[in-house]
């Protein structure tokens, strides 16, 4: 008779039951959904540091090649298309700025410089900067 239960015995531990099995299932389904959002997440991720490179590349073009000549006299707005990116500079005196202060007999003066920038897809960008324009003599 001990025979008979230990055989028994033997054959229910020897294979997987069907809930186990459903369990493994949806442990690997969790995974591979795990898995499927972080590539996913990734990508997309990828895809936003291309176009902020894109339009950081086209805001450091335009600095240095729309920009006004420092001893011509200046247009207080420049704006256009390029690279297939729109864009507007707009130059002001510093002057209004609060706390500065500049000597009476300089030849430069600050210009405040803001670059605003849209590329294709929509994104945009504002810089800003100060450049120093000569003061044309009188």
């Given at each position: 008779?001990?025979?008979?239960?230990?055989?028994?015995?033997?054959?229910?531990?020897?294979?997987?039951?069907?809930?186990e099995q459903l369990v493994a299932i949806t442990v690997i389904a969790v995974t591979l959904a795990a898995i499927g959002a972080l590539v996913s997440t990734t990508t997309r991720g990828a895809s936003q540091i291309e176009?902020?490179?894109?339009l950081l590349q086209a805001s450091n073009n335009l600095l240095s090649t729309m920009m006004p000549?420092?001893?011509?006299?200046?247009?207080?707005?420049?704006?256009g298309e390029s690279w297939g990116h729109r864009w507007r500079m707009i130059l002001s005196p510093a002057q209004a700025d609060p706390g500065l202060v500049l000597r009476q007999n300089s030849r430069w003066v600050p210009l405040r410089v803001e670059l605003l920038v849209q590329a294709p897809s929509g994104p945009a960008l504002r810089l800003q900067t100060m450049r120093l324009q000569r003061i044309r003599s009188q």
């Amino acid at each position: 008779m001990r025979r008979i239960y230990q055989r028994t015995t033997l054959r229910r531990g020897a294979g997987f039951i069907l809930v186990e099995q459903l369990v493994a299932i949806t442990v690997i389904a969790v995974t591979l959904a795990a898995i499927g959002a972080l590539v996913s997440t990734t990508t997309r991720g990828a895809s936003q540091i291309e176009r902020r490179v894109a339009l950081l590349q086209a805001s450091n073009n335009l600095l240095s090649t729309m920009m006004p000549p420092r001893d011509g006299s200046v247009a207080p707005n420049l704006g256009g298309e390029s690279w297939g990116h729109r864009w507007r500079m707009i130059l002001s005196p510093a002057q209004a700025d609060p706390g500065l202060v500049l000597r009476q007999n300089s030849r430069w003066v600050p210009l405040r410089v803001e670059l605003l920038v849209q590329a294709p897809s929509g994104p945009a960008l504002r810089l800003q900067t100060m450049r120093l324009q000569r003061i044309r003599s009188q």
